[in-house]
């Protein structure tokens, strides 16, 4: 079994372990705030992030894809659950410097300490941590279990690997074409439509980091059509700096345009879609509390977006990059020549 292979999991799953221990210590010391509220101020959540994008190649290219697939639900719910309640703990942290009114501001505190307890709810159902008595005291078995599980996987050896790999992001990329093409991502649904395709490319950085090494940019393709998106800030971003290793004599190439036009498509509809929630869920409480929904969102100035504002900003982006530039067709012709 190639160890460096191993070590990927092995590595994240260690993270989330800390992470569980450090929040039921701070919780410990200071019992008036709730374990799972220091848990979501850790870096679990990008743990299990990487743990998701190894157990969604794990499951199609991995000779041990039944124990990833047993496992990604169990990654997911948690990853799921800490997502929404930082997303309402940020909404109720910006409502104070909006100044909504007290109805509508107490609406999204009760939302985000509901959204809390469901959180603290699945950690003790799903066995990352034990209760007494509603509180966290100890680790759960979810952590040694998935260590030892996924540790026992057979590793498929570097360059089949890569072939494997290269097939799979290949596969993702195609679709998601594909799904722009037949309207099966429908962008002017905010569900279905743009938050699909920006769950669906931002896997892309999520797969790169996670494999440490194994996905790589190739530097070869920092000129042509897409060297607009080559630029010293992009590159500097965290999420595109995907790692090299000395381990990994077989590495998966991406092409360096296309990588880094998608992931400043992710981000760019990452920041409209956010504009979009916080202005669709302010005008749904106004509307609950019978308070006039004009008068709420001016109090969230040029954060506000309508729906037909953000449906317009996100086809744009997408005219531009996949469809003008070509970058998932680039991307997806990149990774053809090294699939199996």
Request: aromatic share 6%; glycine share 6%; net charge neutral.
């Amino acid at each position: 079994m190639p160890e460096h292979a191993a070590r990927r999991s092995f590595i994240q799953l260690v993270r989330v372990e800390q992470a569980l221990t450090q929040a039921m210590d701070q919780h410990r010391a200071d019992p008036r705030t709730q374990a799972g509220h220091f848990l979501c101020k850790t870096d679990v959540r990008t743990a299990l992030f990487y743990l998701q994008g190894l157990a969604r190649i794990g499951r199609i290219a991995s000779p041990g894809r039944r124990v990833w697939k047993a496992w990604l639900p169990r990654f997911k719910e948690i990853e799921d659950r800490l997502g929404v309640y930082d997303y309402w703990l940020d909404v109720e942290q910006r409502a104070r410097g909006w100044k909504l009114p007290a109805p509508i501001h107490s609406h999204v505190s009760a939302r985000a300490a509901h959204q809390l307890g469901a959180l603290e709810y699945a950690l003790q159902r799903s066995d990352w941590w034990v209760e007494r008595e509603g509180e966290p005291v100890t680790l759960g078995n979810a952590v040694v279990n998935a260590r030892r599980e996924i540790g026992e996987v057979v590793r498929n050896k570097p360059k089949s690997e890569r072939k494997r790999v290269a097939d799979f992001l290949l596969d993702e990329t195609v679709e998601t074409i594909a799904k722009l093409e037949d309207g099966s991502i429908n962008l002017e649904e905010p569900e279905l439509g743009i938050h699909e395709l920006r769950r669906r490319l931002r896997w892309l950085p999520i797969y790169g980091l996670a494999m440490a090494g194994k996905i790589v940019l190739d530097e070869k393709t920092q000129g042509g059509p897409l060297s607009c998106y080559v630029t010293p800030e992009l590159l500097a971003h965290p999420y595109n700096q995907l790692p090299s290793s000395p381990d990994e004599p077989s590495p998966v190439k991406l092409h360096t345009g296309a990588f880094l036009a998608v992931s400043m498509l992710v981000a760019e509809i990452g920041k409209i879609k956010d504009r979009a929630l916080w202005t669709l869920e302010i005008e749904r409480a106004s509307t609950k509390f019978g308070i006039e929904p004009e008068y709420a969102l001016s109090s969230i100035g040029s954060a506000r977006i309508s729906h037909a504002e953000a449906v317009t900003a996100v086809r744009g982006l997408v005219q531009r990059v996949i469809v003008d530039d070509g970058a998932l067709r680039q991307l997806a012709e990149h990774l053809a020549r090294q699939a199996g």
